[in-house]
């Protein structure tokens, strides 16, 4: 075989056979296709599109491009979650536990946060002592004694998808959804669960800023999981305005502890809550999303899922004390509350503009090799939709240095409009994919 006759095929618009793009994926990974050819390779598909087969072949060689993780020991249906991104998007952190909580087994690898989305294992890491990094053996164990565990991804799980996200950033291939369908799930195939729930972010605050290219982004998913074997469910919900009310690290801890508490309702404990029944339904622990609901609803009510992140904190290392008092977790010295100049509705018109935003005081990173700050970032008091009095609070800055709070401020006051008309509201979920 030739690369450059499979870059000309490609870019002829004729599908490739699932050894030609075995072929190019392990010559990539080895080094002997250069990126230049690679990239030409990106772009014929950013045009070209490909097919479910030819999809499903470039996923399964990337998954098995490296390490993979094996979680057959561990008893139970392992249903995997993976979020496309948002901002004040913090489900997993709620999820794990509870789900865990309902008895299935959760053996959750997660990523760290890049640009304008966070990532859970960032943070954790804002509770004290908490051990992200577990050997392979203490993750699989700690599931099967507390039927969770959160942890960054060790090993060389999809050295394909790194080597080839890298370069797809750089030449203008990344918002190709089979490239993107692909990159997602050779990772969830690669981590070893028996079935996957997707939330495929669309609007403002998402990498997919319109809807009906996240439902093909998701269509392509659940395609990709059939002829996988994988049960595949994806959820396209709203990103047009933040999740929940909290964008930082320590802030979104707070947040989840909060809702676990049963304390906090609103979209993200209704996205967790439809999520959480799909997963439910998945791992066979119910049949219908009303009963899933009402389960999940009960263990936030009788504390289990609380006392089961706590369990959690406590087997990673982690300081328990912050499950009692949230004022344990890492604060930021400063604040800034951010008041109403007149009344009128409220409308967030730019969610991507406050993680941006968060990013900037320090929440985030502009590059991977950054050091970000846990305690700062930002706490809605008002959702889009609200009518709001002058003078009322908008949101609270939490920062520790006043370098950037200027900036910070004026893409605010861009992105947070009060108006003098009604705004309507989106709904949560746009369309839920099972087949
Ligand atoms: N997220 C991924 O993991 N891969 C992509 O290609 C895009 C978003
Ligand atoms: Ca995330």
Do not use: W
Not at 223 to 239: F, L, N, Y
Not at 348 to 367: D, F, K, P, S, V
Request: with cysteine; charged share 25%.
């Amino acid at each position: 075989m030739r690369t450059v006759e499979l870059i000309i095929k490609k870019r002829q618009g004729i599908s490739l056979e699932s050894q030609e793009i075995e072929y190019l994926v392990q010559g990539y990974v080895n080094g002997d296709i250069p990126d230049y050819q690679m990239s030409a390779f990106c772009m014929a598909v950013f045009f070209r599109g490909m097919t479910v087969a030819e999809t499903t072949a470039l996923t399964k060689s990337m998954a098995f491009s490296g390490d993979t993780i094996d979680l057959s020991d561990i008893p139970g249906i392992k249903v995997d979650k993976h979020s496309t991104g948002g901002v004040a998007d913090t489900t997993t952190l709620i999820l794990a536990p509870l789900i865990a909580a309902a008895g299935v087994p959760v053996a959750k690898m997660s990523g760290r946060g890049l640009g304008h989305t966070g990532g859970t294992i960032d943070k954790l890491e804002s509770i004290e002592g908490f051990q992200t990094s577990l050997t392979r053996g203490e993750f699989i164990s700690q599931v099967k004694k507390i039927k969770l565990a959160v942890a960054g991804q060790s090993g060389n799980i999809v050295p394909a998808d790194k080597k080839l996200y890298a370069l797809r950033d750089v030449t203008g291939t990344v918002e190709s959804i089979p490239l993107i369908a692909s990159s997602i799930m050779s990772k969830k195939i690669a981590a070893g669960a028996d079935a996957i729930i997707l939330d495929v972010k669309a609007g403002s605050g998402a990498f997919m800023k319109n809807i009906d290219e996240a439902k093909k982004l998701a269509q392509a998913m659940v395609a990709i999981g059939k002829k996988a074997d994988r049960k595949v469910v994806a959820v396209v919900s709203d990103m047009n305005e933040p999740l929940g009310t909290a964008i930082g690290n320590t802030l979104e801890v707070e947040e989840a502890i909060s809702v676990l508490r049963g304390e906090t309702t609103g979209r993200l404990l209704d996205l967790c809550l439809i999520l959480g029944a799909q997963m439910l339904i998945l791992a066979g622990k119910a049949k219908e999303p009303e009963e899933a609901k009402a389960i999940l609803l009960g263990l936030i009510q009788s504390g289990k899922a609380l006392d089961k992140f706590a369990e959690m904190v406590r087997c990673q290392g982690g300081n328990p004390l912050v499950l009692k008092d949230t004022g344990q977790l890492m604060q930021a010295t400063n604040r800034f509350e951010m008041k109403a100049e007149q009344e009128g509705y409220l409308l967030i018109n730019n969610a991507e503009a406050l993680g941006y935003a968060a990013m900037l005081l320090g929440a985030g990173r502009q590059t991977k090799e950054m050091v970000i700050d846990l305690s700062v970032g930002l706490k809605l008091h008002a959702r889009t939709g609200d009518r709001i009095k002058k003078g009322q609070p908008l949101l609270t800055i939490f920062y520790n240095k006043d370098e950037k709070l200027f900036e910070v401020r004026k893409i605010l006051k861009e992105a947070i409009i009060v108006g003098n008309k009604p705004v309507d509201i989106n709904p949560l979920i746009y369309e839920i994919i099972n087949k």
